[in-house]
């Protein structure tokens, strides 16, 4: 009998004061993920790293169709693994006492017989993935990209949709692996496979 790995465009709800009259407060006033999580919802992606609150505007057509193929891709190639489990966010991935962060896409260890039902539940990833864009490339490829290493994360992905390639980071290595063609990927000792990215980038940018 087949079993899939469950996916869900957003698990479940961030966190959501109800009075989302007040004001917001500056960013440098906020350095606590308590503080984090109680800001109204501004539709922009709040983050916290190591104390410092950064905030990504939305996201452009090109950007969500890149997030929407990978997580066709890899929803496909993990469905015979329910350990895994496939997310977006919005998300509340803490990853230390000061970093909660907010991967575009990300792979997550889970039990089978008990699956995440909370962001309490959520671990850390063994696969990152950041679609860059030019508010946050500098950013995701240099202290987001560290947190996620530093925390354990198995892989880190830099999607660049202008140069249409992906920079396959890995923990102790000083430089990624640049892929334009295919993307070979193994998140554990017997999980792994391949994206034709000539593939995904023409289907993310509509070409014929």
Request: aromatic fraction near 6%; include cysteine.
């Amino acid at each position: 009998m087949a079993v899939f790995v469950t996916l869900r465009s957003t698990l479940f709800a961030t966190t959501e004061p109800d009075d989302y009259s007040r004001a917001m407060p500056a960013p440098d006033q906020i350095s606590t993920i308590h503080q984090l999580l109680d800001l109204p919802d501004d539709g922009r992606r709040h983050e916290l790293l190591d104390g410092r609150h950064v905030i990504t505007p939305k996201q452009g057509r090109h950007h969500q169709s890149a997030i929407r193929g990978l997580l066709k891709m890899l929803s496909g190639q993990l469905r015979m693994r329910p350990d895994l489990d496939v997310m977006i966010s919005p998300s509340e991935v803490k990853l230390g006492p000061r970093t909660l962060v907010q991967p575009d896409l990300f792979v997550v260890k889970q039990d089978p017989a008990r699956p995440i039902q909370t962001w309490a539940d959520v671990g850390v990833p063994v696969l990152a993935v950041e679609v860059l864009s030019p508010d946050t490339a500098d950013r995701d490829r240099g202290v987001k990209r560290e947190i996620y290493l530093d925390a354990g994360v198995r892989e880190c992905w830099m999607v660049d949709l202008d140069r249409r390639l992906v920079e396959r980071w890995r923990p102790l290595i000083v430089a990624p692996d640049v892929e334009r063609k295919t993307l070979w990927w193994s998140l554990l000792n017997d999980v792994a496979g391949k994206i034709d990215l000539s593939e995904f980038f023409a289907q993310v940018l509509r070409e014929d």
